[in-house]
């Protein structure tokens, strides 16, 4: 994501279960390890969009290979972080942990390596499993070596530190895009796991849950992440295509998969997603709220970095920091609007903010092209600050209040893990809308235009980079090179409206589901301390 990232939400997902600690040394060597070693990945989630436009370029990637270095990561991420939040209650919250830093450091580094698109889609699958292993076990860590209050102001201050790291993180990959390479955004992520790793290793007791469930559900773990996998890459080879059988075949063929999962999760006995909680209509009507957000969220965030560097010119650092008012304004209110919940309840602030963010996106939908960055994005910016800030606490507690305590912990991963999955699919889907929109708008005004048959050779032949935004550099005349750019940009910004337009009718459709009368009578309570 850019400025906003759901990586910053409650990224428990193992359950709220007691530890039995081999050793307890000072507990906030752990929360030091928690806060570095998930700073890794929320620097990556937040840092990783803005390079997306510059190595795009830079391998020579098509729209569908851009897509799939956000999506990769995401699709390892939301079908294994249930299973990995499992085998730290069973092997050692600890030995987890690590493990997942570990991998997801060498991935980094293939990522930062990778000498063209596919073998950077590899690392960044690899990518996901390490964040699958070691996102879950944060908390877990926090959860172990913290009791009572302290536990509360560990996790707060975890929460703190994640939002700067989400604030920073696009500004920060901006500066290193712009100043050495896109591929320092992934080299950093070294020395920060090699610190992450002595300090486990030296510091940090090794704890699990001794009541915990020894079964891992291997196959709703393959179901999941085959569906979700066949499903993005069906979606992914309908983008630019009139007719794509086998596009259509694979969209179908994961939906029939995530069909056989849900099957399959209501017979293991130990299921990755307990779908008895789903029993609860507030639980549901939640679930459902998150996902429509979630995909207005996670879609419209990816393509706004190639709206401002391709269409809008911006430098890579401009991009990082052009949504900054809005965690600004998250960092400054949360705890506001978390004491406000009390009071008004959940269903007012979650329509509100979902409708003030449905008013965001219309904003972005009016960018257009060349206009000033605080009459074009600045309000975007603040408004979809104030609605994230109204809607985030009341639904975090709306999840956690609407089960039994028990189970709060789980409650919080399956959300999660579906805010997740919306913006996977969310990416796939509106980028059909994206492409199709822009080639066709090209291809009108091309045809249209007064080019040598030279240029429309290149305009035809880097059509698959052309459709995120990107204009082709071997143009040979400049006259005709400034026509070919300034018509993708128009083209771009056209399609960019009708994607922005989507998130704002999906935004508005979660404001409606917060309206549900089950709502009122849900708990309001904080969640209990984990």
Known sequence: ????????????????????????????????????????????????????????????????????????????????????????????????????????????????AAPNIDVLIAARCLQGVGGALAVPGSLALISASFSGAARGRAIGTWSAFSVIVSAVGPVFGGWLVQTFSWRWIFTINVPLAAIVLAVLVSRVAESRDPGASRRVDVPGA????????????????????????????YAAGGTLLLVAFIAVERRV?????????????????????????????????????FDLIDAQGYTPAAAGAALLPMTLIMFTLSRFS????????????????????AAGFLTFAAAGVGRSYWVAIFPAAILLGFGATAFVAPLTTLVMGAVPATHAGVASGINNAVSRIAGLVAIALLGIVLTSIVGGSIQRAIGRAPISAATRAVVERERDQIVSGAAPHDIPSPVQSALVARTIRVAFAQGFAIVMLICALLAASAACLALDPSLRRSKTAPPPAR
Do not use: K
């Open 338 to 357: 978390g004491g406000l919940v009390d009071r008004v309840g959940p269903r007012p602030l979650m329509a509100g903010g979902a409708l003030l963010a």
């Open 222 to 249: 393959a179901l999941a992440m085959a569906g979700l996998g066949a499903l993005v890459f069906g979606l992914i080879r309908l983008q630019g295509q009139r007719f794509e059988p086998l596009g259509y075949a």
């Open 1 to 112: 994501m850019s400025a906003f990232n759901p990586q910053s939400r409650d990224e428990d997902g193992v359950g709220a279960r007691e530890s039995v600690d081999v050793q307890r040394p000072n507990p906030h060597w752990a929360l030091v390890a928690a806060i570095l070693g998930t700073s890794m990945t929320f620097l990556d989630g937040t840092a990783v969009n803005v390079a997306l436009p510059v190595l795009q370029r830079d391998l020579q990637a098509s729209a569908a290979g851009v897509q799939w270095v956000v999506e990769g990561y995401a699709l390892m991420l939301s079908a294994l972080i249930l299973v990995g939040g499992s085998l730290g209650d069973i092997f050692g919250r600890r030995m987890i942990y690590g493990a997942g830093i570990v991998v997801f450091t060498l991935a980094s580094i293939g990522c930062a």
């Open 269 to 305: 006995s130990a299921p990755m997603l307990q779908l008895t909680l789903f029993a609860s209509r507030p639980f549901t009507i939640a679930n459902l709220y998150t996902f429509l957000l979630y995909a207005a969220l996670g879609g419209s965030f990816y393509f706004v970095p």
